[in-house]
């Protein structure tokens, strides 16, 4: 339907969503975008002044330090566990769809459920420091020291981890078979098997990977924030709790100014896979 | 014997994954001394030993569910919250984002691949990124503190758009070019092709959407101050002695539509998942 004739009907059909979008995303983000750049309440163009209040705050760069360091342990983390579950799977058939569905469980347990036992395992007096009291082990403070941050990460890996298995299950089988026999035929060994055939073929399956992870690393705030409230241990006092904690105070020139700060961050993320995305109609 | 092993610890795992149904319900099932009993050194002032939970209660007993079911008027309010907010967002994916990505995925119109990767771009912003942008709109439409507040921007997410989008570009376009011959015209052939060719990737993005609206809690508690408006993902009754019983008993009834939408649509859940890995 590449005819000049319908030119406007595909533009009809997307009208009433991209109607919504432009009125409570983009236009009110124009707006953050200007007031970033103003001082209240006198409202005047303040230049860069207020993302220089922004970097130079402290709070700010105690919450990107772990934000990028949250990212930085759990991405590889989950991205690698998952890579590896599912390379075992992916030769099992009826108990590796029953695994599959079982890693898949998290995602359907609501976070103000689950929240009742991260507080029993993660208390002083918790499940977690029994066992370890159990195994003749020191018990930890796990939610107000730096082990907090290591629920947080926990906490990720489990709810996102049959996700990505699912993700990297569909990019291994879409390698055809017989590629595997071509190289078996030829001697290769599993290792080289490994290195020369499943990885090169994953390359465009990682990518997407690595993006939803990202996207679903925001979201470990709903965990942090019903476990830890307001104002978690330092260790996991991430972005998303900086931001909720601006908006609650009003400091809107500085909320203004991070958010156009992480969108473009976000946005220059995400620019190099959305070509992936295009397909041919 | 080495696969053995890998296989015992992946269905270890598969427990771990699982447990935490396994623990609620257990929790749920109990009475009230049996549960004060296991969870005693969290209710106590100077706690001595530590929390316990067996994996099944000894005296499974409903009083909890009764509790919560008869005694807890805004339980219910909270339920009907989340089921009004949850479906309402849904319902308007399906009348707007169905169309826009019928329309990315077959037509062809100007700025069409800048749209789409702003769409794209949209989809991964955090909320916290666009809570000021919403909060302006939202104040000056005088929706804050309403459910619409939550409904609207959630139902225009660009997300199910782009699920979607995947699902529909699978249509031949030869099956189009064979129905516009035969002289339908553009909404036939979204109604009588494009909604059933692209069927499971509707209903996958409503099961994921369905998952993740069930589960909303900085929406809600970004934009709604009156509790009796706010969702279950937001009720969190302290564990205290006299309430750790129905804690447990409201988080099963809250975890069960999320369950059963999960059990029913897994297959979709997956195909949903998988569409948004790029096709090789």
Known sequence: ????????????????????????????????????????????????ENYITVFQNTAFQMAAGNTVRFLTVCMPLLILSSLAISIFLNNQTR????????????????????????????????????LLTAAGSATVDWMNSKYAFWVLVFSYVWKNIGYNIVLWMAGLSSIPA???????????GEWKIFTRITLPNLSKVFYTIVILSLLNSFKVFREAYLVAGNYPDESMYLLQHLFQNWYRELSLDKLSAAAVVIAVVITLLVLPIQKAFYLER | MKKKIVLIILALMAFVMCYPILFLMTG??????????????????????FITMGLLPVFPTLKNYVQILMDSPEFFVMF???????????????????????????????????????YIILMMMPFQVTMLSNYLVLDHLKLVNTQLAVILPAGFSTFPVFIMYRFFSDIPKEIIEAAQIDGANALQVFRYIALPGGSGGIISAMVLGFLEYWNLIEQPMTFLTDPKLWPLSLYLPEISA??????????????????????????????????????E
């Open chain 1, 95 to 130: 108990l590796g769809q029953l695994l599959k569905s079982a890693y898949l469980v998290p995602m359907a347990i609501p976070v103000a459920s689950v929240v009742i036992l991260w507080k029993v395992l993660f208390h002083q007096q918790g499940l977690l420091n029994g």
């Open chain 2, 28 to 49: 749920s099932l109990m009475g009230k001394q049996e549960l004060i009993e296991h969870l005693k050194p969290m209710l106590v002032e100077k706690p001595e030993g």
């Open chain 2, 80 to 118: 009907w919250n989340s089921v009004k907010i949850t479906v309402s967002i849904l319902l308007i994916q399906l009348f707007v984002g169905v169309p826009a990505a019928w329309a990315f995925a077959k037509y062809d119109f100007p700025c069409r691949k800048l749209l789409f990767t702003l």
């Open chain 1, 178 to 188: 017989s590629i595997y026999e071509a190289a078996r035929v030829d001697g290769a």
């Open chain 2, 242 to 279: 006299k309430t750790a019983g129905s804690a447990f008993a409201s988080a099963i009834i809250g975890l069960i539509p999320a369950l059963l939408v999960f059990l029913a649509g897994e297959d979709y859940l997956e195909k949903g998942i998988m569409a948004s890995a790029v096709k």
């Open chain 1, 1 to 48: 339907m590449r005819s000049s004739r319908t030119n406007y009907t595909g533009i009809l059909f997307l009208l009433p969503s991209l109607a919504g979008v432009l009125v409570f995303v983009l236009l009110p983000f124009a707006d953050v975008i200007r007031r970033s750049f103003t001082e209240m309440p006198e409202n005047k163009w303040a230049g860069i």
